[in-house]
Nanobody, 114 residues
Framework: QVQFVESGGDLVQPGGSLRVSCKVPESFLATYGMAWHRQAPGKQREMVASITGGGRTKYADSVQGRFTISRDYAKATVYLQMSGLKPEDTAVYYC????????WGQGTQVTVSS
């Protein structure tokens, strides 16, 4: 069964930066596009960034210009670099394959607060 393991979440002050990581199965990135999603308390999960197999990236309007998705084939890892963090970015962050999605991992908690 495919597993995604997210890590790197933390408590960050507004305006700060953080990078979260997602370990994927070996060779997975060579085949599939990937996306980062987040779910805030009481809200539906939403996609915030995606990267296709060809390297094309796309971002939600709410994070455009502040978040960057990238991947490292050798490490079988997908990253989400976040800067200019705002309290409304507080959520559990998950990675998954671009549609159709696979079972979700545990996610990693990002909290933006002073």
């Amino acid at each position: 069964q495919v597993q995604f393991v997210e890590s790197g979440g933390d408590l960050v002050q507004p305006g700060g930066s953080l990078r979260v990581s997602c370990k994927v199965p070996e060779s997975f990135l060579a085949t599939y596009g990937m996306a980062w999603h987040r779910q805030a308390p009481g809200k539906q999960r939403e996609m915030v960034a995606s990267i296709t197999g060809g390297g094309r990236t796309k971002y939600a309007d709410s994070v455009q210009g502040r978040f960057t998705i990238s991947r490292d084939y050798a490490k079988a890892t997908v990253y989400l670099q976040m800067s200019g963090l705002k309290p409304e970015d507080t959520a559990v962050y998950y990675c998954n394959r671009m549609s159709p999605e696979l079972p979700w991992g545990q996610g990693t908690q990002v909290t933006v607060s002073s």
